[in-house]
């Protein structure tokens, strides 16, 4: 199936949209190597899918909790404070040209994410970027984990456009997927990964850059 230019861009916000570098910072000032990080993200992800697999949920804050845990030997105190930094990232260099791109051509853009509800928000307004954003979502209101598709259909229905009329941009190319097994056009750029996992169904849309995924969106046929 051909792609048409999306009416509604959906952002995932950590790492795609916002740095996590307070969180990195926070991990060395509770005495942990900053790299630990990765470990802690990627296990994070492991025991939300875990449970949005079996039938069950837990909230991303909880999920980090547990994982920071199962890597460190970090107090409950310092493991709240790592989780808290969350709420103090800001975006990406790049985030804000693009999502002015978008708004100049009458895009609607919104975020979509598996984290705590906040998070988006504060980030968004930390770096003056708030305006451009429509709406910011969070499946915990469904309780729910991307890359499960009624995350996704859940964020057309919220945005009152049918699911091949939005599009998902993110970093993570099991989220890229998720959005394309839902019906959505899907659009990959490196930054949390070097390259889109080789065993996945090619993205519809990839670039170099974030700058550069939003211009192969706008470039795509009208429907």
């Known amino acids: 199936m051909s792609r ?93 040209p693009a999502l002015r791109r978008l708004a100049g051509a009458g895009i609607r853009v919104v975020t979509l994410s598996h984290g705590s509800p906040g998070v988006a928000e504060a980030g968004l307004a930390r770096g003056g970027v708030t305006p451009l954003v429509e709406r910011t979502l969070t499946s915990e209101a469904i309780r729910a984990w991307k890359p499960s598709r009624e995350v996704y259909l859940w964020a057309a229905g919220t945005c009152d456009v049918a699911p091949d009329r939005m599009a998902l941009v993110a970093a993570h190319g099991w989220d890229v997927l998720g959005a394309q097994r839902a019906g959505l056009t899907g659009a990959w750029f490196p930054r949390s990964e070097r390259a889109y996992p080789a065993v996945y169904e090619r993205p519809h849309v990839a670039g170099g850059d974030l700058g550069a995924v939003v211009e192969a969106l706008l470039a795509l046929p009208p429907a």
């Open 4 to 96: 048409t230019r999306p009416e509604v861009v959906a952002f995932d916000v950590n790492e795609t949209l916002l740095d996590l570098a307070p969180v990195r910072a926070a991990l060395v000032e509770a005495g942990e190597a900053e790299s630990l990080l990765s470990t802690v993200f990627a296990r994070t992800l492991l025991t939300g899918f875990a449970a949005a697999a079996t039938g069950t949920w837990c909230r991303f804050r909880d999920a980090f909790d547990a994982a920071l845990a199962q890597e460190s030997e970090l107090t409950d105190e310092r493991r709240s404070a790592v989780a808290d930094a969350f709420k103090e990232l800001s975006p990406h260099p790049d985030v804000e």
